[in-house]
């Protein structure tokens, strides 16, 4: 699994490069708020943990990967948080008008951030149960999906009917995926019923994203974050 885990993200950095050179990487950089930047140099490294912690365990380096592991906690942490403050930077800059239009879109990143979070503590609590903590880790880089995939069909191929098939597709493929990671975990495995949990519960996070920001709980619990003096 490890070379699998490695692979899988190497594949995914090349193509959230494809999927933001379109808004990001292709614009003048100096123009970009420095959220934006923070949010993508964090995720930048996090990928490349996922790419090189493996390396380090097929190669025998287990100590070299305890100790990057226990770094890369600040990486994960920056992630999250550079995420939840690019989404209030966003939204808190708003026009009511645009908010009223666009406010339902914060539910993504927002709630992507925490099963990133609860990806990666979960992953360090069971670091030493090795199946279950490599499917915790390989979870962080299935949350990506969406954010690149999304980007590449929206930008890169015909529009599609319909805006919610965009997240339709990308769900599928990150809920399948974790269904193929549950089926194939030993069940002897310690920790198992953990990860299990967190994949329903991620099932369920993305299933409502088709229903919960339409509501007006949800709206008003939007405006109450963008007006939050985080940004």
């Not at 920790?191 to 994203?209: S, V």
Request: charged share 10%; with cysteine; net charge positive.
């Amino acid at each position: 699994m490890p070379r699998s885990i490695a692979l899988f993200t190497f594949a995914l950095l090349l193509l959230a490069l494809v999927a933001f050179w379109p808004m990001y990487l292709s614009k003048d950089w100096a123009a970009i708020d420095r959220y934006t930047h923070a949010h993508a140099l964090f995720g930048t490294m996090w990928m490349l943990v996922l790419i090189f912690q493996p390396v380090l365990i097929l190669r025998g380096y287990r100590l070299a990967h305890r100790i990057v592991g226990r770094t890369s906690l600040i990486v994960a942490l920056g992630f999250v948080l550079s995420g939840l403050m690019l989404t209030h930077f966003r939204v808190s800059r708003l026009t009511e008008t645009a908010f009223a239009k666009e406010g339902i879109y914060i539910y993504l990143p927002i709630f992507i951030a925490l099963l990133f979070a609860a990806a990666c503590f979960l992953g360090f609590r069971w670091r030493t149960s090795m199946p279950v903590h490599a499917r915790f880790m390989s979870s962080t880089a299935l949350l990506l999906i969406d954010p690149v995939l999304a980007r590449i069909m929206f930008f890169y191929v015909p529009p599609l009917p319909s805006a919610h098939l965009y997240q339709g597709i990308t769900f599928t493929l990150i809920v399948a995926a974790m269904a193929y990671l549950v089926n194939s975990l030993p069940r002897q495995a310690p920790g198992r019923i953990w990860y299990r949990n967190y994949c329903l519960g991620t099932a369920a996070i993305l299933a409502l994203y088709f229903a919960v920001p339409y509501t007006s709980a949800w709206l008003a619990f939007a405006n109450w974050f963008r007006s939050l003096p985080l940004t």
